[in-house]
């Protein structure tokens, strides 16, 4: 009889399908076993090339509703196949490329409706663990590898059961008894009625064995005294010990169903199955971790110990695997890595974390083509093998071992699915015993803890949601939604996250491409609902010694390697890197180019105040608050409140709850027991240039005080000119009185005109104007301490528009902003609130993480929110000036408009033309610009003697001119400034300052390059390290692509002048070094240049004429 179609009634009954049709009634399965149908092909192991029966056009295959859309690879691990290509194809329903003799078996599994009976030439393998209380072992699933599982049909006695230990079944089989299907089992238990009989072949553990493994040091002797108990409690109770699962698979795998007394979640049917893995030699038992031992993983082993003893031999945990095609590169330095342990310790993690943060950190624009090219599971590589070769910590090339498998079941989180079947891999060092797993991101992926990698294209979507205030576990439920498939845990999708930001390069910068790095204007105020959960009562007080000074980039980098350090933390395992509030070690944010230095202010422990010499502590309480936060806290939570408050800490959570109300109601207090003791932090103070970019921010351990933003002005290089705050007043006196030598704040007190009363009537009435012109231009007579940008040492502390009526104090009429006419109307004092109205969105998240996420994630946040801000106001800039013109930035952080240098392909480089060298090139007409523009210089003798312009001779008189402040800027060149004390040190007879002259190179190769010739110029600073007493290696200074340069310049000082070394490449001579000495003597006359040219051999005739085309 002819098979029947794939849509027959026939399925494949999973432990995880709903519950059974009625085609899998009794006497359905009577029909399909019955020799009417015999013989049946068994389905699973029918290739398509050997099918029963022809596929036809009208064949239909049923999708399955249930189907999700998550990307499954093949059940081992993708390797090289030897196989053609003509032997693959891709299922229609999912795209997936398999073999062809597997087309069959996938479509049956994946893509069809209609289930199988369970036959008996198709069921779950099954093995009798206890014939007297019906207790079996049955293959979890039909797909390999065969997992055992329990259950227990036992239908003879007084104390019948039948029950199958997976809870997806017995939610079936209560669906099914409330839907009317009494009779309905699990494949499980159907599978049991083709069970083979009991051998009676079962292993009787003998004590001696277990001496023997005691004496061998495999476990002490109060495990043996506990394994000995254990046994006689299974003999008491008439159930075998320990029974081997032979079906089970793979091969490397041994499962032993071991007997626990004791029901729990992992044990409910009495046995409890222990694996041990002989590839990883490992041991897992449901009962706790792989890595600590129990009384089970101990009977287990007493079991293989007497019935397989080759498999107790110390080997390497190292396997060779054929397919993956490792090279055999073997070294006498590469030893027994069987011993090391991954993770490591917490040292050992340390070390991999400082290894990732300095050699394996992502770039900040990460390549489109990596961010979006990869998305389906195919594209993806399923063997993980870090790239490393060599130890990076070992002295020598000291050679890595071999891979070692971390695990072959993880998986890749993809914007589309989930890929499974990967396998990590990671290497040690025999020497330092260094680990290196793999962690490159050039395959289009993220690897956070070796089991769970996330795709660059889904870590890019999550940055973009966060920035548009879409949390993580929103986009994952989102993503488990659309594709109705089961995604890992939120938790830990955030975690891979932060790591993937944490080994990002970010730089921070926090700073506006308009305002530069010391804004002249700021604008400062509180998040007050931006707070992360924290106990005060555990903070302990700071040194007496602190003052207040912390190490930002320790700190940030600590933080950085909390997150990083989570990528090696098993679960439970404490984070060795965790980061904790504290007063003595917690830090601001500030950029790298706006603070002072890496040591700025925290004086937060300012804030305590002196303990009182009474019993009981004086803590203020309020009621309602209280009221509505106790419930929300555990018992021992509650408990700690009532023993702060001098209360009784016995009896529930109500008597507690209950007189904490009536000590409340007698002391009539405050709100801050909750602050102190189960309270929040004091939310998050930033501030802002009037762009609305972020420059600073503060992450508050306590309430908000005007201190909180007096040190991070303290720590800014140079202190704004003008403070927009919401309590100007208490700003001020607080920085004068913290700094009286100095008084920041002035003059008036950081008013803007003394406080008479007929100013404060007059800027009441709105009649008062104070102009301060040097906002808008810079001040020509600068002052002392200056403000880099307006040349003034005036500071202001003003009201913001919003809280400049609600101060009680007349004298701060004269804080408002509208007595500046440049302030008025032209600077928006409102950007921190608009700041707080967008990121108060965030949280309903960002309120829910630990203090050191918060922070982190904060910080990164903003720097985004920053980056994108530039970006526009960089677009806008651009729309008005030329496409091909360079935007820049100056020496202080201000874009600018520059000239890009052309860039020549090494085809179009050329000689410079000497039939020309003597022309002059001198435009008669023209501006200034034009005139000194690198495209117009030309190299000749004749314009030395030539006679300079008009406008020439006023920039050379405003360059030197003594009269005006020899600190104003005057030009700059890359990333140095030159002001006019540089000039007149050039252009008078004095000693040349050497930053001038490296400028002064700088345009020289600038030149050269515009000429299609490449010039090398080394610093002044540099080359001088070269003579005595340092001595330095000058080879320690060469580039990489000096071999591709034409001219070399070595500038040196000797006997009260520079001499300039030309060291020429040309047409391939060797040339010996040419000196060509020059002296300024005066810039009214003209620049007399000393030659000298010492000669030695030279190769070739030619050699001459060149030297002489250069001179």
Same mark, same amino acid.
């Given at each position: 009889?002819?098979?029947?179609?794939?849509?027959?009634?026939?399925?494949?009954?999973?432990?995880?399908?709903?519950?059974?049709?009625?085609?899998?009634?009794?006497?359905?399965?009577?029909?399909?076993?019955?020799?009417?149908?015999?013989?049946?092909?068994?389905?699973?192991?029918?290739?398509?090339?050997?099918?029963?029966?022809?596929?036809?056009?009208?064949?239909?295959?049923?999708?399955?509703?249930?189907?999700?859309?998550?990307?499954?690879?093949?059940?081992?691990?993708?390797?090289?196949?030897?196989?053609?290509?003509?032997?693959?194809?891709?299922?229609?329903?999912?795209?997936?490329?398999?073999?062809?003799?597997?087309?069959?078996?996938?479509?049956?599994?994946?893509?069809?409706?209609?289930?199988?009976?369970?036959?008996?030439?198709?069921?779950?393998?099954?093995?009798?663990?206890?014939?007297?209380?019906?207790?079996?072992?049955?293959?979890?699933?039909?797909?390999?590898?065969?997992?055992?599982?329990? +259950?227990?049909? $036992?239908?003879? &006695?007084?104390?019948?059961?039948?029950? !199958?230990?997976?809870? *997806? @079944?017995? %939610? /079936?089989? =209560?669906?099914?008894?409330?839907?009317?299907?009494?009779?309905?089992?699990?494949?499980?238990?159907?599978?049991?009625?083709?069970?083979?009989?009991?051998?009676?072949?079962?292993?009787?553990?003998?004590?001696?064995?277990?001496?023997?493994? +005691?004496?061998? $040091?495999?476990? &002490?002797?109060?495990?043996?005294?506990? !394994?000995?108990?254990? *046994? @006689?409690? %299974? /003999?008491? =109770?008439?159930?075998?010990?320990?029974?081997?699962?032979?079906?089970?698979?793979?091969?490397?795998?041994?499962?032993?169903?071991?007997?626990?007394?004791?029901?729990?979640?992992?044990?409910?049917?009495?046995?409890?199955?222990?694996?041990?893995?002989?590839? $990883?030699?490992?041991?897992?038992?449901?009962?706790?971790?792989?890595?600590?031992?129990?009384?089970?993983?101990?009977?287990?082993?007493?079991?293989?110990?007497?019935?397989?003893?080759?498999?107790?031999?110390?080997?390497?945990?190292?396997?060779?695997?054929?397919?993956?095609?490792?090279?055999?590169?073997?070294?006498?330095?590469?030893?027994?890595?069987?011993?090391?342990?991954?993770?490591?310790?917490?040292?050992?993690?340390?070390?991999?974390?400082?290894?990732?943060?300095?050699?394996?950190?992502?770039?900040?624009?990460?390549?489109?083509?990596?961010?979006?090219?990869?998305?389906?599971?195919?594209?993806?590589?399923?063997?993980?093998?870090?790239?490393?070769?060599?130890?990076?910590?070992?002295?020598?090339?000291?050679?890595?071992?071999?891979?070692?498998?971390?695990?072959?079941?993880?998986?890749?989180?993809?914007?589309?699915?989930?890929?499974?079947?990967?396998?990590?891999?990671?290497?040690?060092?025999?020497?330092?015993?260094?680990?290196?797993?793999?962690?490159?991101?050039?395959?289009?992926?993220?690897?956070?803890?070796?089991?769970?990698?996330?795709?660059?294209?889904?870590?890019?979507?999550?940055?973009?949601?966060?920035?548009?205030?879409?949390?993580?576990?929103?986009?994952?439920?989102?993503?488990?939604?659309?594709?109705?498939?089961?995604?890992?845990?939120?938790?830990?999708?955030?975690?891979?996250?932060?790591?993937?930001?944490?080994?990002?390069?970010?730089?921070?910068?926090?700073?506006?491409?308009?305002?530069?790095?010391?804004?002249?204007?700021?604008?400062?105020?509180?998040?007050?609902?931006?707070?992360?959960?924290?106990?005060?009562?555990?903070?302990?007080?700071?040194?007496?010694?602190?003052?207040?000074?912390?190490?930002?980039?320790?700190?940030?980098?600590?933080?950085?390697?909390?997150?990083?350090?989570?990528?090696?933390?098993?679960?439970?395992?404490?984070?060795?890197?965790?980061?904790?509030?504290?007063?003595?070690?917690?830090?601001?944010?500030?950029?790298?180019?706006?603070?002072?230095?890496?040591?700025?202010?925290?004086?937060?422990?300012?804030?305590?105040?002196?303990?009182?010499?009474?019993?009981?502590?004086?803590?203020?309480?309020?009621?309602?608050?209280?009221?509505?936060?106790?419930?929300?806290?555990?018992?021992?939570?509650?408990?700690?409140?009532?023993?702060?408050?001098?209360?009784?800490?016995?009896?529930?959570?109500?008597?507690?709850?209950?007189?904490?109300?009536?000590?409340?109601?007698?002391?009539?207090?405050?709100?801050?027991?909750?602050?102190?003791?189960?309270?929040?932090?004091?939310?998050?103070?930033?501030?802002?240039?009037?762009?609305?970019?972020?420059?600073?921010?503060?992450?508050?351990?306590?309430?908000?005080?005007?201190?909180?933003?007096?040190?991070?002005?303290?720590?800014?290089?140079?202190?704004?000119?003008?403070?927009?705050?919401?309590?100007?007043?208490?700003?001020?006196?607080?920085?004068?009185?913290?700094?009286?030598?100095?008084?920041?704040?002035?003059?008036?007190?950081?008013?803007?005109?003394?406080?008479?009363?007929?100013?404060?009537?007059?800027?009441?009435?709105?009649?008062?104007?104070?102009?301060?012109?040097?906002?808008?231009?810079?001040?020509?007579?600068?002052?002392?301490?200056?403000?880099?940008?307006?040349?003034?040492?005036?500071?202001?502390?003003?009201?913001?528009?919003?809280?400049?009526?609600?101060?009680?104090?007349?004298?701060?009429?004269?804080?408002?902003?509208?007595?500046?006419?440049?302030?008025?109307?032209?600077?928006?004092?409102?950007?921190?609130?608009?700041?707080?109205?967008?990121?108060?969105?965030?949280?309903?998240?960002?309120?829910?993480?630990?203090?050191?996420?918060?922070?982190?994630?904060?910080?990164?946040?903003?720097?985004?929110?920053?980056?994108?801000?530039?970006?526009?106001?960089?677009?806008?800039?651009?729309?008005?000036?030329?496409?091909?013109?360079?935007?820049?930035?100056?020496?202080?952080?201000?874009?600018?408009?520059?000239?890009?240098?052309?860039?020549?392909?090494?085809?179009?480089?050329?000689?410079?033309?000497?039939?020309?060298?003597?022309?002059?090139?001198?435009?008669?007409?023209?501006?200034?610009?034009?005139?000194?523009?690198?495209?117009?210089?030309?190299?000749?003798?004749?314009?030395?003697?030539?006679?300079?312009?008009?406008?020439?001779?006023?920039?050379?008189?405003?360059?030197?001119?003594?009269?005006?402040?020899?600190?104003?800027?005057?030009?700059?060149?890359?990333?140095?400034?030159?002001?006019?004390?540089?000039?007149?040190?050039?252009?008078?007879?004095?000693?040349?300052?050497?930053?001038?002259?490296?400028?002064?190179?700088?345009?020289?190769?600038?030149?050269?390059?515009?000429?299609?010739?490449?010039?090398?110029?080394?610093?002044?600073?540099?080359?001088?390290?070269?003579?005595?007493?340092?001595?330095?290696?000058?080879?320690?200074?060469?580039?990489?692509?000096?071999?591709?340069?034409?001219?070399?310049?070595?500038?040196?000082?000797?006997?009260?002048?520079?001499?300039?070394?030309?060291?020429?490449?040309?047409?391939?001579?060797?040339?010996?070094?040419?000196?060509?000495?020059?002296?300024?003597?005066?810039?009214?006359?003209?620049?007399?240049?000393?030659?000298?040219?010492?000669?030695?051999?030279?190769?070739?005739?030619?050699?001459?004429?060149?030297?002489?085309?250069?001179?």
């Amino acid at each position: 009889m002819m098979a029947p179609p794939l849509s027959c009634p026939m399925a494949i009954q999973t432990s995880s399908s709903p519950v059974t049709s009625v085609f899998q009634s009794p006497a359905m399965t009577q029909f399909w076993t019955s020799p009417l149908c015999q013989p049946l092909q068994p389905v699973t192991t029918c290739p398509l090339s050997e099918a029963p029966f022809p596929l036809s056009a009208s064949t239909q295959v049923l999708p399955s509703p249930t189907i999700s859309s998550v990307l499954v690879p093949p059940e081992q691990p993708t390797a090289k196949r030897s196989q053609p290509k003509k032997n693959r194809i891709r299922c229609d329903h999912c795209d997936m490329e398999l073999n062809k003799k597997n087309l069959r078996v996938h479509i049956r599994r994946k893509h069809t409706t209609v289930k199988e009976a369970i036959t008996l030439q198709r069921h779950l393998f099954c093995q009798v663990i206890d014939s007297k209380h019906g207790i079996f072992a049955v293959a979890k699933s039909f797909s390999a590898p065969s997992i055992p599982i329990h +259950v227990q049909k $036992k239908i003879w &006695g007084v104390n019948d059961k039948v029950m !199958c230990e997976l809870d *997806q @079944c017995n %939610a /079936n089989a =209560d669906f099914a008894q409330r839907s009317g299907l009494k009779p309905f089992e699990c494949c499980h238990l159907m599978s049991l009625a083709f069970c083979p009989k009991d051998d009676g072949n079962a292993v009787n553990l003998k004590e001696e064995t277990l001496n023997e493994m +005691v004496k061998e $040091k495999w476990f &002490g002797e109060s495990r043996r005294d506990a !394994c000995i108990e254990r *046994q @006689c409690l %299974a /003999n008491k =109770d008439d159930v075998p010990l320990s029974v081997a699962i032979t079906f089970a698979g793979p091969s490397t795998k041994k499962y032993i169903s071991v007997y626990e007394p004791k029901m729990s979640y992992y044990c409910r049917l009495g046995r409890v199955t222990v694996v041990y893995d002989s590839k $990883k030699i490992t041991w897992a038992c449901p009962c706790n971790k792989t890595k600590q031992s129990c009384i089970h993983k101990a009977i287990a082993k007493w079991h293989l110990f007497q019935s397989q003893r080759a498999l107790f031999q110390k080997v390497k945990t190292t396997e060779r695997i054929d397919s993956m095609q490792i090279p055999q590169q073997q070294s006498e330095n590469v030893g027994d890595c069987s011993d090391h342990q991954y993770p490591p310790n917490d040292d050992g993690i340390e070390r991999i974390v400082r290894y990732l943060m300095k050699n394996k950190s992502l770039p900040v624009d990460l390549p489109q083509n990596l961010v979006s090219g990869l998305q389906h599971g195919s594209e993806f590589r399923h063997q993980l093998i870090p790239e490393e070769t060599f130890c990076s910590e070992c002295e020598g090339n000291h050679v890595l071992s071999e891979p070692i498998i971390i695990t072959s079941r993880a998986k890749i989180l993809t914007f589309t699915g989930v890929v499974e079947g990967i396998s990590t891999y990671y290497k040690v060092c025999s020497n330092c015993s260094m680990m290196y797993r793999y962690q490159e991101f050039t395959d289009g992926i993220h690897n956070f803890n070796d089991h769970l990698l996330l795709s660059l294209h889904l870590c890019v979507i999550l940055r973009n949601a966060l920035q548009n205030h879409t949390a993580v576990s929103r986009v994952m439920s989102i993503l488990e939604a659309t594709a109705k498939a089961k995604f890992p845990s939120k938790d830990t999708v955030l975690h891979a996250y932060l790591h993937f930001e944490a080994l990002s390069s970010h730089v921070y910068s926090y700073t506006c491409i308009n305002c530069g790095y010391y804004p002249k204007v700021v604008i400062m105020d509180l998040h007050k609902k931006g707070v992360f959960s924290i106990p005060f009562s555990e903070i302990a007080t700071p040194p007496s010694d602190f003052k207040g000074d912390t190490n930002i980039v320790s700190f940030w980098e600590s933080v950085t390697m909390e997150m990083i350090g989570r990528g090696f933390l098993s679960s439970g395992r404490k984070n060795p890197f965790v980061v904790c509030p504290s007063y003595d070690c917690w830090a601001p944010w500030i950029g790298p180019n706006t603070r002072k230095s890496d040591i700025v202010l925290n004086t937060e422990h300012a804030k305590l105040q002196k303990t009182k010499s009474c019993d009981v502590p004086d803590l203020d309480v309020t009621e309602e608050r209280l009221g509505d936060e106790l419930f929300n806290l555990k018992v021992d939570a509650v408990r700690k409140l009532c023993k702060e408050c001098g209360l009784d800490t016995k009896g529930s959570r109500m008597d507690l709850v209950l007189r904490l109300r009536t000590e409340m109601q007698n002391r009539s207090a405050y709100d801050k027991i909750f602050q102190q003791i189960w309270g929040a932090s004091g939310g998050w103070a930033v501030i802002t240039c009037p762009c609305g970019i972020v420059y600073s921010i503060k992450f508050n351990i306590r309430a908000e005080s005007p201190r909180d933003f007096a040190d991070l002005l303290l720590s800014w290089k140079h202190f704004p000119n003008v403070v927009i705050y919401d309590f100007a007043r208490g700003l001020a006196a607080h920085v004068n009185l913290r700094k009286a030598d100095s008084l920041p704040f002035s003059p008036h007190e950081g008013r803007l005109a003394e406080p008479t009363t007929a100013n404060i009537q007059l800027a009441k009435e709105g009649k008062l104007k104070v102009n301060l012109p040097w906002l808008k231009n810079k001040k020509e007579e600068e002052d002392i301490n200056c403000h880099p940008l307006t040349g003034s040492s005036e500071h202001y502390a003003l009201y913001d528009r919003f809280h400049e009526f609600n101060t009680k104090d007349p004298r701060d009429a004269l804080r408002r902003i509208q007595v500046v006419p440049e302030l008025c109307g032209w600077v928006n004092t409102q950007t921190a609130e608009q700041l707080f109205g967008s990121m108060r969105k965030n949280n309903y998240f960002l309120n829910m993480l630990t203090p050191s996420g918060h922070t982190f994630l904060m910080r990164n946040i903003i720097h985004h929110y920053n980056t994108a801000q530039n970006k526009n106001m960089e677009d806008s800039l651009r729309k008005i000036v030329s496409p091909s013109d360079q935007l820049t930035f100056n020496g202080y952080g201000q874009i600018v408009l520059g000239t890009p240098p052309q860039s020549l392909n090494d085809s179009e480089r050329h000689t410079c033309d000497i039939t020309q060298i003597d022309q002059v090139h001198c435009p008669s007409q023209g501006s200034v610009i034009d005139m000194t523009a690198l495209r117009n210089v030309q190299p000749n003798r004749a314009c030395w003697m030539h006679p300079q312009s008009s406008d020439q001779i006023k920039m050379i008189e405003n360059a030197l001119n003594e009269k005006e402040s020899r600190q104003q800027f005057l030009a700059q060149v890359g990333a140095t400034i030159l002001n006019r004390s540089d000039f007149i040190t050039l252009g008078h007879p004095n000693d040349v300052e050497g930053t001038i002259l490296n400028a002064c190179l700088s345009m020289v190769r600038d030149i050269a390059d515009l000429k299609n010739i490449k010039v090398h110029c080394f610093s002044s600073y540099v080359t001088v390290t070269w003579l005595p007493p340092l001595c330095a290696d000058p080879s320690a200074n060469l580039p990489d692509h000096i071999a591709e340069c034409d001219f070399i310049l070595l500038p040196s000082w000797a006997s009260n002048h520079w001499m300039i070394c030309v060291s020429l490449f040309c047409l391939n001579y060797q040339f010996s070094l040419m000196q060509v000495t020059l002296r300024y003597f005066d810039i009214t006359n003209s620049c007399i240049f000393q030659e000298s040219f010492n000669r030695t051999s030279f190769t070739d005739h030619e050699t001459k004429k060149q030297r002489d085309v250069f001179a």
